[in-house]
């Protein structure tokens, strides 16, 4: 599974020490190009704009994004829930009634509450699909539209 966190400098004050900070704790948490390449998934297309031995810097352009929120103490009490809601979507549970394809990453969010947690995990359109995506017949499931946005990839 691979994590993804945005992060934008420019509207931050932050020293320069907290920024190596940032950089050094988000680094650790990704993987996604490998494991696009290993597995045969599409990914979505990026340019690289810093590239060393230990991280990517990325630009991405505007992605779509479908995700649902759910509460547990572990991210195994409500993954499989979350996940089967969406691939319903993706399933054609959906204003349209077409069945969609997901590109890689999956990424999920975890925001730690007192006894529980609240995981929000996300599915990525495609491009093609991404124009005007079909709405959820689920409530529950919001449709992003994320800005472009810049990652550090490890």
Request: charged content about 20%; overall charge positive.
């Amino acid at each position: 599974m691979t994590t993804v966190l945005r992060i934008s400098f420019s509207q931050c004050q932050a020293s320069d020490e907290m920024k190596s900070l940032v950089i050094v704790a988000v680094v650790a948490l990704f993987a996604v190009a490998e494991s696009c390449e290993r597995h045969g998934a599409q990914c979505p297309v990026y340019t690289v704009v810093q590239s060393n031995k230990d991280y990517e810097v990325r630009e991405y352009p505007s992605l779509v994004w479908v995700s649902i929120s759910g509460n547990g103490k572990s991210k195994s009490d409500v993954s499989r829930k979350l996940i089967k809601q969406l691939y319903s979507y993706l399933g054609g549970a959906n204003d349209r009634g077409v069945t969609l394809d997901m590109m890689v990453p999956v990424r999920t969010k975890k925001v730690a509450n007192e006894g529980y947690n609240t995981y929000t995990m996300a599915v990525l359109l495609k491009p093609e699909d991404s124009e005007n995506p079909p709405k959820p017949e689920n409530a529950l499931l919001s449709v992003t539209r994320e800005p472009p946005t810049t990652y550090i990839v490890k």
